[in-house]
């Protein structure tokens, strides 16, 4: 039961995975969440940082696209100076945003690395597709009301998951240890 939890990796940020990185795990497509991975819930414009890890994506040719849960009015806004691709109403925890975006894009799941901060949307929603998962920690410590329930549940599964595999912990990148 606890391994549709699991995440393939735990990166504290996901500006400090490398095109390279991605590359040398065969993986050709990043999928990402938006609040509080790519951007803070309340900052839409993102960071330098983002935009310079866009940029080495765009330049080593993986595309990013951002799959939310959130409405298309909300997600195009937010995507709108950063000039992403997404599919909104994801319905995440469900892999139909993933599904949709990977096919879209002519894929396998070995292909596709799906980011986000949440075990229970995320990263269950990557495990249900097939495709690598990668958990960060969030970009800030507050969330909009309705992801509250999910980070108490949250907290009671990375517990758990961290006995079942003690060898679970936050890394700098795909391939270095903290």
């Given amino acids: 039961m606890l391994e549709k939890f699991k995440p393939t990796w735990m990166v504290k940020n996901i500006y400090q995975v490398s095109p390279q990185e991605l590359q040398a795990k065969g993986i050709r497509a990043v999928f990402s969440d938006l609040d509080n991975t790519l951007i803070a819930w309340n900052n839409p414009d993102g960071t330098p940082e983002l935009r310079h890890w866009m940029d080495d994506l765009h330049a080593a040719g993986i595309p990013l696209i951002v799959i939310s849960n959130n409405s298309k009015q909300r ?20 892999s139909f945003g993933i599904t949709r975006a990977r096919r879209k894009l002519g894929l396998k799941p070995h292909e596709v690395v799906m980011v986000g901060d949440q075990l229970m949307t995320d990263v269950i929603a990557a495990n249900r597709a097939g495709v690598y998962s990668i958990l960060v920690q969030p970009l800030i410590s507050t969330d909009k009301w309705v992801t509250w329930p999910n980070r108490v549940m949250e907290d009671l599964v990375e517990k758990r998951l961290k006995q079942k595999y003690p060898d679970t912990k936050w890394q700098e990148g795909l391939t270095k240890d903290e």
């Fill in 75 to 94: 997600v195009a806004r937010a995507t709108a100076s950063l000039k992403l691709p997404f599919i909104s109403r994801a319905l995440k925890p469900l």
